[in-house]
């Protein structure tokens, strides 16, 4: 019985030093589906090792640096096409890879967007070979050293890891289902703790060891001429005015010659009846 309520005692600490480690989980991690696995024992919601790393997971000796940037080029009009097949070229060229591939066209201007992937030693020469297919309207690059975020990770990892491992440690002891069930829902925390920092560090990983430029291709549009349509304007204009003035002209005559029309015609008939009686 003592030993019971020594192991609950045990797991009620694990459960409360976890909770106030979830605090410390902050950032926009990605899902658990990115490279790693936990192996888990036949009861369900138990892993029996969680480990880190795997076949997508890169060694890093030194410094992760974050290298990204974007690049707007202005090319003659008549040319996008022939420069989207130079830019191929120069991708071809660093063995880099165009990983996204977008072609808009706007009222004034059309352009196509190529997201290239790199190794990180290419990146300037990269971007020095594509300053020849126009003229460079705007460029911004970026450098973010990532190095002291993912060391830090790294160590959340092994902490979880280790910890998980005493958890499987107290289920293999466990008598009853209450024990059971306790250390089933600190084993998910865990579980789900780690597999955040994982998805995190992996994308750390990824990001350091391809560097990432999107160029953009704009082709600007010849200006319409808009000289033939003014004369049609100009017409348009004349003629409604004219058409108001005529209706104007019509109106003011007729509140002119109506009394005189009516003054006529009433001596008129007033002659004939003066004229019957003679």
Do not use: W
Not at 90 to 112: C, G, H, L, R, W
């Amino acid at each position: 019985m003592k030993a019971k309520v020594a192991m609950l005692a045990f797991v009620a600490l694990f459960m409360f030093f976890g909770c106030i480690g979830m605090d410390e989980v902050t950032g926009d991690y990605p899902d658990s589906g990115s490279g790693y696995s936990t192996k888990a024992m036949p009861a369900p919601m138990v892993a029996e090792e969680a480990y880190y790393g795997g076949s997508n997971s890169y060694d890093y000796e030194g410094e992760m640096v974050v290298k990204e940037g974007h690049i707007s080029i202005g090319v003659d009009s008549g040319t996008l096409e022939q420069k989207k097949e130079e830019l191929n070229s120069i991708i071809d060229d660093y063995n880099a890879e165009a990983s996204y591939v977008v072609f808009n066209e706007y009222e004034t201007e059309k352009q196509y967007a190529v997201t290239v992937k790199m190794d990180p030693d290419d990146f300037d020469a990269f971007l020095e070979s594509v300053y020849s297919l126009g003229k460079v309207s705007s460029i911004d690059t970026s450098l973010e050293d990532v190095t002291e975020e993912y060391t830090d990770i790294q160590t959340r990892i092994e902490n979880l890891e280790e910890e998980l491992a005493r958890l499987n440690a107290l289920y293999n002891e466990a008598e009853d289902v209450e024990e059971i069930l306790m250390i089933e829902r600190e084993v998910t925390r865990v579980q789900t703790e780690l597999e955040l920092y994982q998805g995190r560090a992996l994308e750390l990983e990824r990001r350091s060891a391809e560097s990432t430029v999107t160029v953009y291709l704009v082709e600007e549009k010849p200006a319409i001429e808009t000289d033939l349509f003014m004369p049609l304007e100009e017409i348009l204009n004349l003629f409604l005015g004219s058409l108001s003035f005529a209706i104007m002209l019509m109106v003011g005559l007729a509140g002119f010659l109506i009394p005189i029309a009516l003054v006529f015609f009433g001596l008129r008939a007033a002659y004939r009846a003066l004229k019957k009686k003679i």
